[in-house]
């Protein structure tokens, strides 16, 4: 039986606290929405918490409201990395880290393209490619570091019955 | 065929299936409201204004670390300006005593000009000033908060500006935290002057590039280096306020780079232009 209450409550922290640095950091490189991303999908959730999906919503409401996003991008977000990963078990897609980052990869090609897409066509808007990869990249290459330090976290209050 | 059904009713009411399907249904409402452009609603934008405040006291108490090593590292850089610039005072210090009076003496002069052209003096503005306390302005949807103890004059669309030139305008506030719309927001217009012709045109913000200008009737005149500066139409920003110089010309494409670095700035000026319009 694995206890995650412990290390929930430690990551839940952890999320609020990156997403309040929102007011602090102002970088291009670093979008810290993103990286709370890369933290949600790397945690191994427990399935049967309903309470999750609930704080990781009003974690992106209250995102939004402080960087001043649009309503619903950021919950969506959070969420998308959330299902993810219970997709990928739902269909019985093994949970090794090397496969975990591959889809993390794609993923991240994939939203890069949408937000290049979406500014270009919406508010006919141009990005440098560089200013629009960089972020992603970032959190692309801070996948492994991550996933050494949250798996170390949460293998520290596995508790055996 | 019953015991099969059974089963798949009992997989769905797993303590497991129900909070997928809780995930499932929180992210479309998240999608709901993000393609439904629900953010354009009064109701969005007053609760918006609302939490605004909230939002900020909370994460100013959780980032106050994040904050500390920040202002720490300002503080490290600013001492090394200063001693910089304690370095280049004394070096200059002999220079600028014998060019101080040559600028007392030009400054008699323009005056002197200036009296004989029956030049009007500069227009002036009341101002409040405000403190930067969050600077979001490397995103797309560049905006800063700004906290005042006069709140109770701000309104929505005071512009903003900084000893330089114009910065944006206020677009939402609540008790004592109000959000700055910056110039290079993807969703900012401003009725622009470009260089002594008065060439009329709007500049639209674009995110971490240059502003750019549409609009314009006479774009091939424009040159590198010509002034920007508010047009004062659209009644939100007074006329003749620096915002920019051209950086880029290409075809009907200008790039404007913009007078004001928010993130060199503590605290910005929001002038009291409407207010002083409506009173008189």
Redesign the interface.
């Known amino acids: 039986m694995i206890d995650f209450k412990i290390s929930n409550l430690i990551f839940y922290f952890i999320l609020f606290f990156i997403v309040s640095s929102n007011i602090v950091f102002n970088s291009i490189y670093f979008d810290l929405t993103l990286i709370s991303g890369l933290i949600i999908y790397v945690l191994r959730w427990s399935h049967t918490n309903w309470i999750i999906c609930i704080i990781l919503f009003l974690f992106g409401v209250y995102n939004d409201i402080l960087v001043s996003t649009p309503f619903g991008y950021t919950s969506s977000l959070f969420l998308c990395f959330y299902l993810i990963d219970r997709i990928r078990s739902f269909l019985s897609v093994p949970s090794n880290t090397n496969i975990k980052f591959i889809i993390f990869s794609l993923l991240m090609i994939i939203l890069s393209s949408m937000n290049y897409f979406t500014i270009y066509f919406i508010y006919n808007i141009p990005i440098p490619f560089f200013i629009n990869i960089m972020p992603y990249l970032v959190v692309v290459l801070l996948y492994y570091p991550l996933d050494f330090i949250i798996s170390y976290i949460q293998t520290k209050y596995v508790r055996i019955k | 065929m019953r015991l099969s059904r059974n089963l798949r009713v009992q997989k769905i009411l797993s ?2 299936s ?3 399907i ?3 249904t ?2 479309i ?11 354009l609603t009064q109701s ?1 934008k007053n609760l ?1 204004s609302y ?2 405040n909230i ?2 006291s ?3 108490i ?2 106050t ?3 500390l090593i ?1 202002s720490g590292i300002q503080s490290v850089r600013d001492l090394k300006e200063i001693y910089h610039q304690l370095n280049e005072y004394n070096r200059n210090k002999l220079i600028d005593s014998l060019s101080f009076q040559e600028i007392i003496s030009m400054k008699l002069k323009i005056a002197q000009y200036e009296d004989l052209l029956n030049l009007a003096a500069d227009q002036e503005y009341d101002f409040i000033t405000s403190r930067i ?9 560049g ?1 800063i ?1 700004i906290k005042s103890n006069e709140t109770k004059k701000i309104f929505v669309d005071m512009p903003a500006a900084g000893p330089n030139g114009i910065l944006g305008r206020v677009s939402s506030l609540d008790n004592n935290i109000a ?1 700055v719309l910056l110039l290079n927001n ?1 969703n900012s217009r401003l009725p622009v002057s470009i260089s002594e012709d008065a060439h009329q045109g709007i500049m639209i913000g ?4 240059n502003p750019i200008i549409k609009y314009l009737k006479k774009y091939k005149k424009i040159k590198v280096g010509d002034l920007v500066t508010t047009s004062g139409k659209g009644g939100i920003f007074p006329p003749y306020l620096v915002v920019g110089q051209v950086a880029r010309t290409e075809g009907e494409r200008i790039e404007v780079e913009l007078i004001e670095d928010v ?1 060199q700035l503590t605290h910005l000026m929001l002038l009291n232009y409407k207010f002083k319009q409506d009173n008189e």
């Open positions: 303590p497991s129900r909070v997928f809780l995930a499932i929180l992210f409402i998240s999608l709901i409201l993000f393609f439904g452009r629900f953010e969005a918006r939490l605004t939002s900020y909370i994460s100013y959780v980032s670390p994040s904050n920040n306390v969050a600077d979001f302005s490397n995103k797309l949807i905006s908060l959000r993807i674009q995110g971490q590039n993130s």
